[in-house]
Structures are given as structure tokens and as C-alpha cells.
């Protein structure tokens, strides 16, 4: 597969000039040139403000963010008028809990969330025991870190109104097998939200295909900007959802105690929305279109993974965590423990050689308490990474086991 990297300018300019081994795309991806030269293009030429101004910038700017927004639809399947722009995967999850969350959920009412989630799907439902006095429910991890299935199905009766469940796991990278779960959910009359934040960088998501009521992610992850996220709503929610934050720019008509508001997606967009990070990600999008395929990317990824596995096999005292076998047919990344050696300083000492990958619970304490580590180093992929990256860091890690 090519791997892209010439697009990238952060690989030409690597601190020190040493070689830069990105292994931490989990947390976030880096930018090509073409996303970079968008975000240039709005500041430099026609910056303004959104669906306001009558004159030529502000039609300008808006028929970019539009644009954006369809370029979104697009690529999940969606309408535009389902996509709405939020700063991150944290923030939509967050609208969620707060617009449909607090309005419809009742006393008893069961929300199922899993054990492999970010705390971003998981800290939202659990402040709903608080307002709305819901129970949560929690899928369990298997040893291998899978979810097991079993106790999900038993967890997912008449009394739960949502499912809110990861796709991929970003802490160990377990591929959560949605389709069960969200047709026996849909089957009891329940919701469903999908975190597709560590899955929409690296496969092709269909709304549609997958029946998610709400779908989120960050743009951050898929090569563009920080500061823009997506939510995805259907349509049939639109109505019974209120606002989640207001202001300018999403009201019909506004008298003294109270409004009426525009449709999906302004209403949920009060205030001036995140207009360049919408344009970037519109950019990086059209970018992943143009040069990535997605089925090669996953066997890419999937063959670093296996190389890492593998190489971690052959060093002492390595506890590699997750379902290895499927990691290596369809994950991007890949977490493990040392014996003798904390998951920070094991970062640390990569970190010294320009090898950048993640350590600590990943925001998923819940996880990491039911498998029973408090740190992990995380190494995540993407398509600019090499094999000289995964034998970089077997390397380094082989000579920091040895020196101790
Ligand atoms: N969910 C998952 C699975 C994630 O990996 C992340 C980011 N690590 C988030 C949610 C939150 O994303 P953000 O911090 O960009 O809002």
C-alpha cells in the first residue's frame, strides 16, 4: 500500500531532524497538505462568518461549510440535515446525553453501555443515574478483552431505552460485532448510539447499513483539524430532541420567555460553529477518498499489527493485551504491559528516540480494572506508518528489557 508520507510536511519536519516513528494515531492523526492548504484558504481568502452575512464572503463561506457538511453525508451515507458539527467526539455524545438523554429517559429506564467504552461514552450515561435516576447497564469484557456476548443479549430487554457502544475499542482495539446488538436493541424499541471514533478513520461507516440512531466521531482522527466533531442524528429524532446549547444562529423567532427554533442541523448549532475545522474536515475526507482504500488499509494495518504482535511474542515479560488473533486479520492497533517496567517510562524511553506512542489507561478505566493493568502502552497505526515504525519500537523496547 502506498504509504503517503510526502503528503504529510510534519514527517519533514521531525524534531531534531531525527526520524519521526508516529505510532500514536489513536489519539490523533497527522495532517496532509491538501487539508492544511484548505484550512489556509478559508483564513487567507474569504474568512467570514457563516449563514449571516448577505454579502459575498459570508455566501461564500457558508456554501464551503455546506459543502462540508454534505461531504460528511456522504461518507457515512447520511442526509445533511442529520450531520451536525460539534468540537469533537465528546461533545456529540455529550448533546446526546444532554438533548435526548434528559428529555425522554425515565426513572428505571436502562441505558447498556460496555466495557470496552471511552470514558466519553460512558461518563455522560452515568451523570443520567443522577438527573434522571436511569440504571446503567454494562456489557462485560471476556478475558480476551471481547465482549461477551452472551450477558450483552441478557442485558438488552424491554426496560432499555439506549444502546451507547464503542465500534473499536481505542484502548485495546477489540472490533465490536455491532449488528447483534443493535437489531435486538431496535427489536425491545431502544436507541442506538455508535462510537465510531476509532473506526472511521480506517473502514467505510454506513449509517444506514448499521441502523445507528446516533453516530459520533472527531475529525482530529481522520486527518483533519482538532476542534470538529460529528454527530449524527436521524432524522426521525429531529422533532423530539430540543436544543443542547443556545444562541445565534439557530432560532426561528425569539419572544420574551420563550423561541422557536430552525430545523436540523441549525438547531443544534448555536453560535458561531467551528467553520474552518468543518472546511478542513470536508478537506480530509475528499483527501482519504482520493488516495486511500479502505480494504487495503485495514490489511495494512492489520499486517503492522501482526508484526508487533509477533515481535512482542519474542520478548520477556510482555503481557500483549486484546483479541491478538483478531487484531492481526483487522485491527490498527495494538496495547501491552511489561512485567517490570510502567507503561510511562516505557513511553518516555521511546518517546527520547522519537518513537511516539501512548501510556496510561487510555480513558477507559472501567476496562482496565476488569483486565486487571493500571498503564498500557498503546502503538496505533495508520497508512503512513511503516514496518521500519514497528521495528523501531520492538527494537528500542528489546534493548530497554535488556538494560534492566
Ligand atoms: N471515543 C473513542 C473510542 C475515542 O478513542 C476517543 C478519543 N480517544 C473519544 C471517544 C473522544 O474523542 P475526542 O477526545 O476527540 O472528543
Redesign the pocket.
Known sequence: MKNNRSDFPIFSHSISRKPLYYCDN???THKPQQMLDALYAFYATYNSNVHRGVHAFGETTTEHYEHARTSVANFINADSSEIIFT???????NAVATSWGRTVLRPGDEVVVSQL?????FLPWQQLIHTNGIVLRSIPVLPDGTLDMAVAHSLITSKTKLLAI??????IGTHVDLMPLITQAHAVGARVLV????SIAHQRIDVQALDADFL???G??LCGP?GI?VLFIKKELHEVMPPYKYGGGMVFEVGQVDATWLQAPQKFEAGTPPIAQAIGLGAAITYLLEHINFDELQQYEARLCARLIDGLHELQGVRILGPLDALKKNGHLVSFVLDRIHAHDVAAYLGQRNIVVRAGH???QPLAQALGYDASVRASFYFYNTIEDVDALLEALRELIQAI
Open positions: 489513536a489519539s490523533t468540537s469533537g467526539c465528546t461533545e456529540s455524545i467504552e471511552h470514558h466519553s461514552n464503542t465500534h473499536v475499542s481505542n484502548a462510537d465510531v471514533a476509532q459520533a466521531f472527531s482530529h482522527k482538532t466533531g487510555h480513558c477507559a
